[in-house]
């Protein structure tokens, strides 16, 4: 229950914060360019909402609200001129902040800004039927209108840029380079499949060169061929399936799986030892290295992983390697494991504790471009994999809530919190700008339409396009969650 919370927590707060950011784009341009912004709200508010308040007009919740007007007895302009707006707008005293209601809806499914004189989410046909008035969307020209609606993606863009700028900024890069890797990588049964062997060492993804771990995993995915050398000398091309994403999505959701595609091939290294376990009972120590297991060589962390597996509530010969006055001793030890083939050590992951390790820092400067960077190849890296959604497979592969919500690690970390935020605002970018009605993006399509032809589509096929636009992100959003849902009962 912990763990979901934590997760919970995480997934709700980056989502509002996206939202914000997304929506205050649209807020923002729409204020530069005189347009009303009658409501601004995280989260969606059918019937009634959790929260609302308009500066020195009132405050409320829960379809309440209490007028905080100097004198009580005066009309609430809010109230009696909200559909047109002309209250503040006519006499010239529009303020930036002040003509805004903002609140919290109670449908966490996203957010909205209501701008005047536009046909979006609220469908307010009502406005649209009545003159067009100048503070309105509808009454601006083309090209201030799609910087409006393009505003929320840029700015979400944006986000991520800052966030992979300031986490580069606060701790740089350090990283393995994989020719600094001696005993090369370990790879999944997956990527064995098609090719790969222990100890391969990646050196280009359709010639292009593989350096940097964290940018190297998803380039050798959606490449054509991956080179490796393989016994360190000998060079070999790989070819990669279409629908190996797919595969190693299904690997990963194996309990049985230890790591997904491939990691750093590492020795087996005791970093801690658990009082009055099995471990401890029979002399093992911290700094340790494992070099078999019942006679089985395990020369690295994720064969030892593999052998020790299936060892439940047993005893074992575990041949250990042990530092004794700068001199290496190999020992075997008797140890008894636990029902879950546990024997109460803790073990070296980082690879930069065997090999040599590249660090770069980052001035405040140098961070922005880095941060560009990041952010582009996020978003060229997801819009490609878009592409294999309309697959048979893809299709089986789409997630909702609870998909995302998996991602987050189920103990706090603001690292990796900021750089799942920073992803899923570029994800949240490159969906929103799709061509589809009632997205950013549909609206921009019949913008652009309107640019080139100097036609603009009539209110009455903008309110059907809309329609049928929500209505597809509906069954979308249904298919997404129910896809989370069945996977829980496979």
């Given at each position: ?370 941060g560009v960077q990041l952010g582009t190849e996020k978003l060229t890296s997801y819009a490609r994999s878009m592409k ?103």
């Amino acid at each position: 229950m912990e763990v979901f919370l934590i997760k919970a927590a995480q997934l709700i707060m980056a989502f509002a914060l996206l939202v914000i950011i997304h929506e205050f784009g649209h807020f923002l341009f729409a204020r530069i360019f005189g347009v009303k912004v009658e409501k601004f709200y995280i989260f969606f508010d059918p019937w009634t909402e959790l929260f609302k308040w308009k500066p020195k007009k009132y405050i409320g919740g829960l379809g309440k609200k209490k007028s905080l007007e100097k004198d009580s007895a005066t009309p609430d302009v809010s109230a009696t001129k909200e559909s047109d707006g002309s209250s503040l707008c006519k006499k010239g005293k529009s303020s930036f902040w002040g003509d805004t209601e903002y609140g919290v809806g109670w449908l966490p499914l996203g957010g909205y800004c209501k701008i005047s004189g536009m046909i979006d989410e609220s469908m307010d046909t009502e406005q649209m039927k009545q003159p067009a008035q100048e503070w309105e969307f509808r009454s601006k020209p083309a090209w201030q209108r799609l910087l409006i609606m393009v505003a929320g993606v840029l700015f979400n863009f944006l986000l991520a840029i800052i966030i992979y700028a300031g986490i580069v900024y606060a701790t740089g890069e350090r990283y393995v380079s994989f020719k600094d890797a001696e005993m090369g990588m370990a790879f999944s049964d997956e990527a064995k499949k098609i090719g790969f062997e222990d100890g391969d060492i990646p050196i280009l993804a359709d010639g292009e060169p593989l350096d940097i771990p964290a940018d190297a995993r998803m380039k050798m995915i959606q490449a054509k061929n991956v080179t490796v050398l393989r016994n360190r000398h000998d060079s070999v091309n790989i070819t990669i399936p279409e629908d190996f994403i797919f595969r190693l999505d299904e690997e990963s959701k194996n309990e049985n799986t230890m790591f997904n595609f491939m990691t750093y091939r590492i020795p087996a290294k005791i970093t801690q030892v658990a009082p009055g376990e099995g471990a401890d009972k029979a002399g093992v120590k911290t700094g340790d290295m494992v070099i078999a297991i019942d006679s089985i060589p395990t020369p690295s962390l994720d064969s030892f992983l593999k052998n020790i597996s299936g060892h439940e509530n047993s005893e074992v010969m575990l041949s250990i390697v042990r530092d004794m006055n700068g001199a290496n001793d190999t020992i075997v030890l008797p140890v008894s494991l636990s029902g879950a083939s546990k024997m109460g050590v803790g073990l070296e992951l980082d690879p930069s504790a065997f090999y040599k390790a590249q660090e770069k820092r980052y001035g405040l400067l140098e961070s922005v471009p880095r941060g560009v960077q990041l952010g582009t190849e996020k978003l060229t890296s997801y819009a490609r994999s878009m592409k294999l959604v309309f697959t048979k497979e893809g299709a089986k592969s789409v997630g909702g809530f609870g998909s995302i919500g998996a991602i987050f690690p189920e103990k706090w970390n603001w690292i990796a919190f900021w750089n799942i935020a920073a992803f899923l605002s570029v994800a949240l970018a490159f969906m929103n700008i799709l061509p589809i009605p009632a997205l950013d993006g549909g609206h921009v399509m019949f913008l652009l339409y309107e640019v080139i032809t100097r036609r603009k589509p009539s209110e009455k096929f903008m309110e059907y396009a809309q329609m049928i636009g929500m209505g597809l992100l509906i069954l979308l959003l249904l298919y997404a969650n129910g896809m989370d849902i069945i996977r829980l009962f496979k």
